[in-house]
T-cell receptor, first 110, second 113 residues
Framework: TQLLEQSPQFLSIQEGENLTVYCNSS?????LQWYRQEPGEGPVLLVT???GGEVKKLKRLTFQFGDARKDSSLHITAAQPGDTGLYLC??????????WGAGTKLIIKP | DAGVIQSPRHEVTEMGQEVTLRCKPI?????LFWYRQTMMRGLELLIY????????DSGMPEDRFSAKMPNASFSTLKIQPSEPRDSAVYFC???????????FGSGTRLTVV
């Protein structure tokens, strides 16, 4: 069974701090996606990474795909209360199935 | 485009009743997915369709669950009879293909009492 493990499961920090969320697996993925989900809504796609070592930036968010395409990280610089939400990673496996992590619940306190 | 549209947003029903959840995917998206989300189990894929054809329903919990996609713009997920353990948020999502990412609807929060 392929698994995507996210860490930490829960993170509560002050506004202005930096943070990193990790998504790890023993399996190789052809692509990996990051989503943010706010209460009462569905997940919203933030980014897709497809190349090993790829780095993508979305304003204060930096996404990196591991060289071996087995892991990924999301770094947020100067976190703001609007960044609060559940962050989910999902990888496309060799059978074109999307494997989901359990999510990191992030709270940014003003 | 209005995105993926799900109805109803909330549903409260009594155990044993039939429940039908509805979804309108984004026009042009060939893939449609039904997910269930709970605190304990996270996001679980129930079934997905490609060009209106069910491809993988291995995630459907049991025979009480059924899904249809009669045309490219409409899908239903039916639970009959419903049970309290079916209480969850049910999401519909559509996609051009998995590498493009999914667009999710706002979900249906189902409570079975």
């Amino acid at each position: 069974t392929q698994l995507l493990e996210q860490s930490p499961q829960f993170l509560s920090i002050q506004e202005g701090e930096n943070l990193t969320v990790y998504c790890n697996s023993s399996s190789v993925f052809s692509s990996l996606q990051w989503y943010r989900q706010e209460p009462g809504e569905g997940p919203v796609l933030l980014v897709t990474v497809v190349t090993g070592g790829e780095v993508k930036k979305l304003k204060r968010l930096t996404f990196q795909f591991g060289d071996a395409r087995k892991d990924s990280s999301l770094h947020i610089t100067a976190a703001q209360p609007g960044d609060t939400g559940l962050y989910l990673c999902a990888g496309t496996d060799s059978n074109y199935q999307l494997i989901w992590g359990a999510g990191t619940k992030l709270i940014i306190k003003p | 485009d209005a995105g993926v549209i799900q109805s109803p947003r909330h549903e409260v029903t009594e155990m044993g009743q039939e429940v039908t959840l509805r979804c309108k995917p984004i026009s042009g998206h060939d893939y449609l997915f039904w997910y269930r989300q709970t605190m304990m189990r996270g996001l679980e894929l129930l079934i997905y369709f490609n060009n209106n054809v069910p491809i993988d329903d291995s995630g459907m919990p049991e025979d009480r669950f059924s899904a249809k996609m009669p045309n490219a713009s409409f899908s239903t997920l039916k639970i009959q009879p419903s049970e309290p353990r079916d209480s969850a948020v049910y999401f519909c999502a559509s996609s051009l293909d998995s590498d493009y990412g999914y667009t999710f609807g706002s979900g249906t929060r189902l409570t079975v009492v």
